[in-house]
């Protein structure tokens, strides 16, 4: 995820005409009044006379945002994630991995995450949306309510308090539905605002901290969510190996053990603690840029262009013709491909060729089904030279995700299916080739489909009962966690 600066902008005009004094009195109320916010406001709710169920467990999502699986490998290794290593009894294994959806970014991610809903059923194409003829930010904190809108009725937090159970959300952008959540008030803010990610993450943490030690363990909500920022933050700016980025993880991981401590403590009182960490999606470092909106003016394209750096989505006028404007672009070797749905299912192309992703709502052939969605996907590829098609048959999700399909690359079909076949029809998906942005040369991008940007770890404390031992798709994950047993 990356912040929008129009907020540093507003905090930066508070400073410039209020005196500092003011500013820092300011600061110091507000920092007082929520110190012990959400710990206040989770046992007021719960304390209002309703009754609760609960299952007796608390479970848990560290959501590390932008650690990529051979990231992870590599902190591992250099010895910057002890206390993870122990908490998750990796003991030298190498870490369970889930695949990020396409694209691999924040909001979409995220959004499936919490609601176990692939990127066609809930709709977030991107960390742009095209709402009501206009672009849409959602990396803007201005636009999080408008956020809360998608994952009403669908998140997890929702599903529980359905059902009457309690559920703390230690994430900013995220909360839609818990019993209560970490508020974005002005320390927070300024922070964000600053680009100061290091700092926002330890306050998310401090909170964490305080609400674990301070709320009895028998009173612990039955889901908490916890989304660090910073290692996405320093890996945009500075890159996903520089030393920054590798400090920063180091810092981090001790932060953590801080947390663990309650966790560990709590099991001694016979409260069951269920823990994943994992993560949104990687990373990859751009080398070049094709910049994609002067290409597009370049040839007189009249509609509208959503632009996430490393994956675009293209809004048709009336006036542009689909066919030719598909034939310009997929002749750059800059694309990796362009896709856009047909009425049976949707269209990819590129340079070497084209394919039909197909899906079957038959799920009777399936043993895996994820919450009210389960696949069969089918993948034709007819190369431009000739030469045979791959046609693998209608194929379950489970199929795709296997270690040797990650390998391949076959991993990302099924996730490309669901992050085209629900666009609407005059919108045009554009994937930017290996080690190429459409905006700039930053430290780190992501968006694509690389196994950098979408294999991500997923790890266990305390693992449910039955909970798969293969690589899980993101829109999988909460439902295996959270209601292991209906599967
Ligand atoms: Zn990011």
Redesign the pocket.
Known sequence: ??LDISLLNFYNSIRSFRSLVLGMSLLGAVGCATRNGIVHRYTETIGSGQTWNSDGETKIIILI??LSQSRLVRSLRNGDAKNIAKFFVLNGKPPQTAIAGFPS??YPGLTSILTGLPVSEHQIFGNRVFLDDRVVKLESPRQWPLLQSYLREKSIFSRLRLERRRSVSFSYPFYEGSTAYVYRNFEAGVHYATEDYRLADEKTLESAKRFFSQVPVQEWPDFVFIHLVSV?GI??NDGDASATSQKSFRVIDEQLDGLFYHFYAAKKLGRTVRVMLTSD?GFVQPQKTFLLDKFLDDIKFHGTLLNDRRVARIVLDKEDVRESLVKQISQRNEIELIGFKRKKGIWIQNSKGSGLIEFDHDSRACSVKTGNHSGRYRYVWRPNGGGSNIDTGFRCTEYFFNTSHIKSGLFSIPMLYEGISGVPDNQLTLVAGVGVSFESITGGE?GGISSDEMVVPLLLHEEPDGFPSRPLGQFEIIDKFVYPNQH
């Open positions: 995820m990356k945002d932008g970014l924040t996405d890996a945009h999606h992501h």
